[in-house]
C-alpha cells in the first residue's frame, strides 16, 4: 500500500527528530510531527485540519514553542487577530532566538497596521547568526519600513535584502515601487527589469501599471505603449487597467 505523500513526509521527519537530537521522548517526536504536518496543511489553505493537527501536537507537549508559532500563523489567516498575537508572543516566550517565528510575528503586526513594532521583530529575527533565511527578514523590514513612511530605512532594508540574493524578484520590486514613489524613475526602472526577468515571475495588472507609470515618467512612449498594451490585453478590467485609460 502506498503511503500518501503528506503522511510519508511525517514518518521522515519523525525519523530525523531521533537521528539528529539523540534523545527525543516520544512526546516531542510526535509533537513535532504534528506541527509539520500542520504547516503543510496551513501552506494548502487547510485550515481546519491544521489546526485538528496543532492540537494533537499539543496534546502531546503542551509547551512546544514551534506549534504555537505556526497556530499564530492560522489564526492569521482566520483573521483571528488576538488569538494570533497570543500565539506568536507565547511561542517567543518559549523560544525566544526562534528567527522564523520572529520574522511571522513582525509580518503580523505589519499586516495589521504596526508596522514600527514590526520592524523590531524583524531586527530580533537577524540577531540569531543562525537565521537561514535572513534576506526574508529584511525583505519584510523594507516593506514595512516603507509602510511606515520610512523611507531610508526602506531602501537600506531592501539593499542588504538583495546582497544577500541579488535575484531576489521580491525585493527588486519592492525598490522599483520605492524609487518611483521618491521620483528617481531611471532607478526604478532599472529595479523593475531586475524583477521582470527573474525566474517565474509573473507579472500582474499592479506591476504592469508600475511599468507603465515609470516608462510614461521618463518619456520612453514605445516602452509605455508595449506596458500598456500587455495591461489591455491581459487584465482588461482590472482596476489598474480602468486607471490608465482614465489618463492617470
Not at 27 to 55: C, F, M, N, P
Not at 56 to 84: Q, S, T
Request: charged share 25%.
Amino acid at each position: 500500500m502506498r503511503l500518501p505523500v503528506i503522511i510519508l513526509f511525517a514518518l521522515i521527519v519523525a525519523g530525523c527528530v531521533s537521528q539528529q537530537s539523540g534523545v527525543p521522548t516520544r512526546s516531542q517526536t510526535s509533537a513535532k510531527v504534528h506541527t509539520d504536518l500542520a504547516e503543510l496543511y496551513y501552506e494548502r489553505a487547510q485550515l481546519g485540519v491544521a489546526l485538528e493537527e496543532l492540537r494533537k501536537a499539543l496534546l502531546a507537549e503542551p509547551e512546544y514553542a514551534p506549534a504555537y508559532g505556526v497556530r499564530g500563523l492560522v489564526h492569521m489567516a482566520l483573521r483571528e487577530d488576538k488569538e494570533a498575537d497570543d500565539d506568536f508572543q507565547h511561542s517567543l516566550h518559549l523560544d525566544g532566538v526562534n528567527s522564523e517565528t520572529r520574522n511571522n510575528y513582525g509580518w503580523f503586526l505589519c499586516q495589521r497596521g504596526r508596522e514600527k513594532e514590526s520592524v523590531k521583530q524583524f531586527l530580533a529575527a537577524l540577531k540569531n547568526p543562525l537565521y537561514s533565511t535572513p534576506e526574508k527578514a529584511y525583505l519584510n523590514a523594507g516593506v514595512c519600513s516603507r509602510k511606515a513612511g520610512e523611507m531610508k530605512d526602506a531602501e537600506d532594508f531592501l539593499q542588504k535584502a538583495l546582497l544577500l540574493q541579488p535575484d531576489m524578484p521580491e525585493a527588486q520590486l519592492e525598490l522599483a515601487e520605492l524609487k518611483f514613489a521618491n521620483g528617481d524613475y531611471a532607478a526604478a526602472k532599472t529595479s523593475f527589469k531586475h524583477f521582470a526577468q527573474g525566474g517565474d515571475v509573473n507579472l500582474t495588472a499592479g506591476n504592469l501599471w508600475l511599468a507603465v507609470r515609470i516608462e510614461r515618467s521618463l518619456g520612453d512612449r514605445d516602452a509605455e505603449d508595449s506596458y500598456a498594451l500587455q495591461l489591455r490585453k491581459r487584465f482588461p478590467d482590472a482596476r489598474e487597467t480602468q486607471l490608465m485609460l482614465q489618463g492617470q
